[in-house]
Nanobody, 119 residues
Framework: QVLLVASGGGLVQAGDSLRLSCAASGITFSRYTVGWFRRAPGKEREFVGGLRQSDGYTYYLDSVKGRFTIGRDNAKNTVYLQMNSLKPEDTGEYSC????????????WGQGTQVTVST
């Protein structure tokens, strides 16, 4: 059974930083392409960023480029989303996902962790 558990969310002020973690069991994260998504209240889920397993390519949503970074710790079977210079519009429920498919088509999803950025 594959289980992805996201953590690290919280309430912060604009300009602060947070690091979200996504721990996996049942799969070896280093063999998977991983992604982070978020859903803001009243809005559709959006793809924040991804780290492709095959070549290490990273994708970031334009609005988070230069502020967010995805990384892995293979020894801990964990991926991270480092979020700096947070803005109120970054508020949402963040979740992680993993896949062996191409084109950011994800098979496994974790539960979300809430990030709230106040002004």
């Amino acid at each position: 059974q594959v289980l992805l558990v996201a953590s690290g969310g919280g309430l912060v002020q604009a300009g602060d930083s947070l690091r979200l973690s996504c721990a996996a069991s049942g799969i070896t994260f280093s063999r998977y392409t991983v992604g982070w998504f978020r859903r803001a209240p009243g809005k559709e889920r959006e793809f924040v960023g991804g780290l492709r397993q095959s070549d290490g390519y990273t994708y970031y949503l334009d609005s988070v480029k230069g502020r967010f970074t995805i990384g892995r710790d293979n020894a801990k079977n964990t991926v991270y989303l480092q979020m700096n210079s947070l803005k109120p519009e970054d508020t949402g429920e963040y979740s992680c996902a993993a896949t062996t498919k191409r084109l950011w088509s994800f098979d496994y999803w974790g539960q979300g962790t809430q990030v709230t950025v106040s002004t």
